[in-house]
């Protein structure tokens, strides 16, 4: 399976496979609750994604030399490390399975493939600012929605609106850092830094608190 391992610095590292379907990967290091977890995914390639992300997030891990603590959702539907020590976050798609780790702080990381319908829906989570802004272009959009998936995950609250509470600041297409601010929720005026990157047809971003 390929793997892009990054250390970002001392306290977090991402990692993001190619899924390969043929490829039957050793998922003994799962919890006891997460092999249960993985059982009740019927669909083949959901399955895939779900275990190929666990597999991300533990070579994240190794990278930090930390060992895997074993993951469950909140209420919210976060992936919480069981020993309460850590902060994770995890994204997958057709093909794709990425994850970052952090040991102080929250993430949140997002993929995406760029897609010409993003074009259509637009309005619903785009503020009329970032409508003036962004190019009519499906990669100028998949950039702006990543970026507020990611800092959706970060968050990890259900009710945060992607267009009414999460506001970009001006990017371009081409950009590798995107910022943005939240306004109306109890985090209101805090700043996030985005980064984003693009891997074959699929936006990569991930953010740190
Ligand atoms: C839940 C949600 C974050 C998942 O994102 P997605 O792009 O569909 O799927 P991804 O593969 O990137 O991410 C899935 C992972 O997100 C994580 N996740 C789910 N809910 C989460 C939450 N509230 N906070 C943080 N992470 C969450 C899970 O780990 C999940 O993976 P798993 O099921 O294997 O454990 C997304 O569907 C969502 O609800 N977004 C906000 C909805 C919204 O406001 N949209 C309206 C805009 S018009």
Redesign the pocket.
Known sequence: MQTKIEKIDASSALAIKIIESQQEEDLDFLSFREKLSYANISHIEKRK??AT?RLAIKDALEVLHIPYPGFF?DE????QSMTGNGYV?????EGFAGAIFHRELPV?I???FIREKILR?GF??LDPSELDFLEKDPLHYTLAWSAK?SI??C????G????ENILLEPFEPGATVIKAKIRGTEFADHYYKVQARILQDVVLTYTIW
């Open positions: 994604e779900w992300a959702k919210h539907g976060k992936s976050s995890l994204s997958h798609t949140g997002d993929m995406d829906i619903r989570f998936e959706f995950k968050q990890g609250r259900r945060v609106s992607f267009r």
